[in-house]
């Protein structure tokens, strides 16, 4: 009985298909596919949209919206996560709104029987994700003014919110907590508390079904709720294009938009639209058999990018051939792979989250994050749907036993397809909507890294330096393996006519859709970063980048270098090292020499080999050792940079710096931590973690 509607509605949406197919078009002055949705060209597509937010939702019926901050998809995920369960438990019409395409200074007229939320990651060094900036400059600004006029501004507005940080930042979820206290300062009236995720301790999921629960009971009772037993119903609706095959020119195979399909990708490029770069040059950086590192070079010659030493290039991966048959042989669509199908978004605010029409194998392969953890909420969702009542009890308990889920699931690192697989023994799940997983997945977000080369040296060819990813677990045959760097290894593999291309029995579609990426291509694009040398060349730098947090640092080595050559006097160039030992994973140790000819004696650079000796060496030890020299340099004004390692590594640097300097000045320890705070504040201390 779930389904009446969506049959319904995908009838109505089908008839409508025929009559616009028999007539044309010509009744609704449709002259192109009824179904085809936007993504016409990446950066056009929003043209035209109102960005007034009350009128959208009056429009719409809507008397919740949920907007967003995120840079990685997660904040986004959660809002729609809050929007379904919103309707479904208790009838809310929500809808979720991206910060970027609204404004703001209308917020004082939303009516107080509506509700906005607020679900807001902070990113990097406390600062708003790129789709918030405006937002977050607008609601915390000095002169914050509204249409209305109204004292104190913001009386009526009703909101919630959410914030998504890492306790291992400086700047612990700056976002939500600045926005909260400015909303309040405005005269809002917050429902339920702030909540706080915590990706460093782990916990994120965790923390947003704890806030949520006490959050909906409080929504409930100020705007009279009722809550209801919550059915599934479907967001999006799927529709068989029969008449369309995989070579139908118009069917989207995983490109990303409608330039890509047509052949006439152009710039600018940027997170809605990758460039498909050649790679010019790869291969492996460590000798030790078990481990992998890669060098890529990137050229971007035949594109209008440009990036600065210190920037990060995003890698847009796709999912490895073996997880993609995985997922759809086990909720049975493996036969049905090729099929070309269209989404329809069935309430008006939804958004489909890739252009169609396309084909499953398409949207596995591309654009579903089909290999991260399962969430706990997106297991309970898909209980309704087990291939029986045992199955069905055991999804159930583990979607709604924080610990049983923790127990049973996080040793494996199952992603979803694996986790289905094990709790149903085996059986497939053919009754899921695949509009549930469209709704319950993150979309296949790109992979940011740390651009390892310096632009004046080659402004236009990038280059990345990534450890993959790949981790033993414990009763399973095959490591886990991570998604991007396992497709940057393959595609190393290829370039290097490798003889064993489909390395640790993965194998990918390195081709691309319809042969676009043949030729060894990667789609990427480029993200700037504050992460930068001092314009003063003089300035002495001293750098601290064990493993692959040695990246800018090439970069930033290389560039100096080159200053030197063109007869500019260069600082004192101090690089921290780490990593096992010297005969595995040193990276780039030849080249350090050939820098060091430009350099001199300007350059260091001092190692910590983990395991070589019984004492374990890092590189904070060597920080510490070198307490006096690291002292007299501050004093020269010298600026100070960690990269690589958030959890662990840059923050004990961070400690022994404050030591450092607490030693050399002959202050407190807490004095030492206060001067470290300030040299963050005029940049002179910088951060690249991950
Ligand atoms: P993913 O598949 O994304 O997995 C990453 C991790 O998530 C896994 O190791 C695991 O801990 C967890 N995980 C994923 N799936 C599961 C599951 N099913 N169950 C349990 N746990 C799971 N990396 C570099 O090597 N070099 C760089 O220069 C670099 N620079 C960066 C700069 C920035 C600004 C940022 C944000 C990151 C940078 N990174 C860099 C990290 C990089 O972006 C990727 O996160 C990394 O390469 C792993 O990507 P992946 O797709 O291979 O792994």
Same mark, same amino acid.
């Given at each position: 009985?779930?389904?009446?509607?969506?049959?319904?509605?995908?009838?109505?949406?089908?008839?409508?298909?025929?009559?616009?197919?028999?007539?044309?078009?010509?009744?609704?002055?449709?002259?192109?596919?009824?179904?085809?949705?936007?993504?016409?060209?990446?950066?056009?597509?929003?043209? !035209?949209?109102?960005?007034?937010?009350?009128?959208?939702?009056?429009?719409?019926?809507?008397?919740?919206?949920?907007?967003?901050?995120?840079?990685t998809?997660?904040?986004?995920?959660?809002?729609s996560?809050?929007?379904?369960?919103?309707?479904?438990?208790?009838?809310?019409e929500?809808?979720?709104?991206?910060?970027?395409?609204?404004?703001?200074?209308?917020?004082?007229?939303? +009516?107080?029987?509506?509700?906005?939320?607020?679900?807001?990651?902070?990113?990097?060094? !406390?600062?708003?994700?790129?789709?918030?900036?405006?937002?977050?400059?607008?609601?915390?600004?000095?002169?914050?003014?509204?249409?209305?006029?109204?004292?104190?501004?913001?009386?009526?507005?009703?909101?919630v919110?959410?914030?998504?940080?890492?306790?291992?930042?400086e700047?612990?979820?700056?976002?939500?907590?600045?926005?909260?206290?400015?909303?309040?300062?405005?005269?809002?009236?917050?429902?339920?508390?702030?909540?706080?995720?915590?990706?460093?301790?782990?916990?994120?999921?965790?923390?947003?079904?704890?806030?949520?629960?006490?959050?909906?009971?409080?929504?409930?009772?100020k705007?009279?709720?009722?809550?209801?037993?919550?059915v599934?119903?479907?967001?999006?609706?799927?529709?068989?294009?029969?008449?369309?095959?995989?070579?139908?020119?118009?069917?989207?195979?995983?490109?990303?938009?409608?330039?890509?399909?047509?052949?006439t990708?152009?710039?600018?490029?940027?997170?809605?639209? +990758?460039?498909?770069? /050649?790679?010019?040059?790869?291969?492996?950086?460590?000798s030790?058999?078990?481990?992998?590192?890669?060098?890529?070079?990137?050229?971007?010659?035949?594109?209008?990018?440009?990036?600065?030493?210190?920037?990060?290039?995003?890698?847009?991966?796709?999912?490895?051939?073996?997880?993609v048959?995985?997922?759809?042989?086990?909720?049975?669509?493996?036969?049905?792979?090729?099929?070309? *199908?269209? *989404?329809?978004a069935?309430? +008006?605010?939804?958004?489909?989250?890739?252009?169609?029409?396309?084909?499953?194998?398409?949207?596995?392969?591309?654009?579903?994050e089909?290999?991260? +953890?399962?969430?706990?909420?997106?297991?309970?969702?898909?209980?309704?749907?087990?291939?029986?009542d045992?199955?069905?009890?055991?999804?159930?308990?583990?979607?709604?036993?924080?610990?049983?889920?923790?127990?049973?699931?996080?040793?494996?690192?199952?992603?979803i397809?694996?986790?289905?697989?094990?709790?149903?023994?085996?059986?497939?799940?053919?009754?899921?909507?695949?509009?549930a997983?469209?709704?319950?997945?993150?979309?296949?977000?790109?992979?940011?890294?740390?651009?390892?080369?310096?632009?004046?040296?080659?402004?236009?060819?990038?280059?990345?330096?990534?450890?993959?990813?790949?981790?033993?677990?414990?009763?399973?045959?095959?490591?886990?393996?991570?998604?991007?760097?396992?497709?940057?290894?393959?595609?190393?593999?290829k370039?290097?006519?490798?003889?064993? /291309?489909?390395?640790?029995?993965?194998?990918?579609?390195?081709?691309?859709?319809?042969?676009k990426?043949?030729?060894?291509?990667?789609?990427?694009?480029?993200?700037?970063?504050?992460?930068?040398?001092?314009s003063?060349?003089?300035?002495?730098?001293?750098?601290?980048?064990?493993?692959?947090?040695?990246?800018?640092?090439?970069?930033?080595?290389q560039?100096?270098?080159?200053?030197?050559?063109?007869?500019?006097?260069?600082?004192?160039?101090?690089?921290?090292f780490?990593?096992?030992?010297?005969?595995e994973?040193?990276?780039?140790?030849?080249?350090?020499?050939?820098?060091?000819?430009a350099?001199?004696?300007?350059?260091?650079?001092?190692?910590a080999?983990?395991?070589?000796?019984?004492?374990?060496?890092?590189?904070?030890?060597?920080l510490?050792?070198?307490?006096?020299?690291?002292?007299?340099l501050?004093?020269?004004k010298?600026?100070?940079?960690?990269?690589?390692?958030?959890?662990?590594?840059?923050?004990?640097?961070?400690?022994v710096?404050?030591?450092?300097?607490?030693?050399?000045?002959?202050?407190?320890?807490?004095? !030492?931590?206060?001067?470290?705070?300030?040299?963050?504040?005029?940049?002179?201390?910088?951060?690249?973690v991950?």
């Amino acid at each position: 009985a779930e389904f009446d509607t969506l049959d319904i509605v995908v009838l109505g949406v089908i008839l409508l298909g025929t009559i616009a197919y028999f007539t044309k078009g010509t009744l609704w002055g449709i002259t192109k596919d009824p179904y085809a949705n936007a993504f016409a060209n990446a950066n056009g597509a929003k043209a !035209g949209r109102s960005r007034n937010i009350l009128e959208k939702m009056d429009e719409t019926g809507k008397n919740c919206v949920i907007f967003y901050g995120s840079q990685t998809g997660t904040a986004e995920d959660y809002a729609s996560r809050l929007a379904k369960e919103g309707k479904s438990r208790f009838g809310l019409e929500t809808m979720v709104a991206d910060l970027e395409e609204y404004d703001f200074d209308n917020l004082d007229a939303m +009516p107080s029987d509506k509700v906005a939320m607020f679900i807001l990651a902070t990113y990097g060094e !406390g600062e708003p994700t790129d789709n918030a900036v405006e937002f977050y400059e607008f609601i915390t600004g000095d002169d914050v003014s509204f249409s209305e006029g109204s004292d104190p501004a913001l009386q009526n507005l009703n909101y919630v919110a959410f914030g998504l940080g890492n306790n291992t930042y400086e700047h612990y979820n700056s976002m939500v907590r600045n926005v909260d206290k400015a909303l309040q300062k405005l005269g809002a009236n917050r429902i339920g508390e702030a909540g706080e995720g915590d990706d460093g301790a782990g916990t994120m999921e965790e923390d947003f079904l704890a806030w949520k629960d006490p959050m909906w009971a409080a929504l409930a009772e100020k705007m009279g709720l009722e809550e209801r037993e919550a059915v599934y119903e479907p967001t999006f609706g799927i529709v068989d294009r029969e008449n369309l095959t995989v070579d139908s020119p118009e069917v989207y195979l995983g490109e990303p938009n409608k330039m890509h399909l047509e052949g006439t990708a152009k710039g600018p490029f940027n997170s809605h639209n +990758p460039y498909i770069a /050649p790679i010019a040059e790869s291969r492996e950086l460590f000798s030790a058999k078990d481990r992998n590192c890669i060098h890529m070079d990137v050229d971007i010659n035949g594109s209008n990018l440009s990036y600065q030493t210190g920037d990060h290039i995003a890698i847009w991966p796709t999912n490895s051939g073996d997880e993609v048959d995985r997922f759809l042989d086990i909720i049975g669509l493996k036969e049905k792979r090729n099929n070309v *199908i269209s *989404i329809k978004a069935l309430e +008006p605010t939804a958004k489909v989250p890739f252009p169609t029409p396309t084909t499953y194998d398409a949207i596995v392969r591309y654009h579903l994050e089909i290999c991260a +953890p399962v969430s706990r909420q997106f297991v309970a969702t898909l209980a309704a749907f087990a291939p029986s009542d045992e199955v069905k009890a055991e999804m159930a308990r583990l979607g709604s036993d924080k610990e049983y889920f923790h127990s049973k699931t996080g040793p494996h690192f199952y992603n979803i397809a694996r986790l289905l697989d094990t709790v149903g023994k085996g059986e497939k799940w053919t009754n899921i909507p695949f509009s549930a997983f469209i709704e319950g997945l993150n979309k296949l977000q790109p992979r940011y890294y740390s651009i390892s080369s310096s632009s004046l040296v080659q402004p236009k060819k990038i280059s990345i330096t990534a450890v993959i990813e790949s981790q033993a677990i414990p009763g399973r045959k095959d490591p886990f393996r991570g998604v991007a760097t396992n497709y940057l290894f393959a595609l190393k593999q290829k370039q290097n006519g490798d003889p064993n /291309p489909s390395p640790f029995g993965k194998t990918y579609a390195l081709n691309g859709p319809r042969n676009k990426f043949d030729g060894i291509h990667v789609p990427v694009h480029v993200r700037h970063s504050n992460f930068k040398l001092p314009s003063d060349p003089a300035k002495p730098v001293i750098m601290v980048g064990p493993g692959t947090g040695v990246a800018p640092f090439r970069g930033f080595i290389q560039e100096r270098a080159k200053q030197a050559q063109n007869g500019a006097t260069v600082g004192r160039t101090i690089l921290f090292f780490g990593c096992r030992k010297r005969s595995e994973d040193f990276l780039y140790e030849s080249e350090w020499e050939e820098y060091k000819k430009a350099l001199g004696d300007s350059l260091e650079i001092v190692t910590a080999f983990s395991r070589e000796s019984s004492k374990k060496v890092y590189v904070q030890h060597r920080l510490k050792e070198r307490s006096k020299e690291i002292g007299e340099l501050l004093s020269q004004k010298a600026y100070f940079y960690v990269c690589g390692d958030a959890a662990h590594m840059a923050r004990e640097v961070n400690t022994v710096l404050a030591q450092i300097i607490a030693e050399s000045r002959g202050v407190s320890e807490t004095k !030492g931590e206060e001067i470290v705070k300030n040299m963050r504040a005029a940049n002179q201390y910088q951060e690249d973690v991950w």
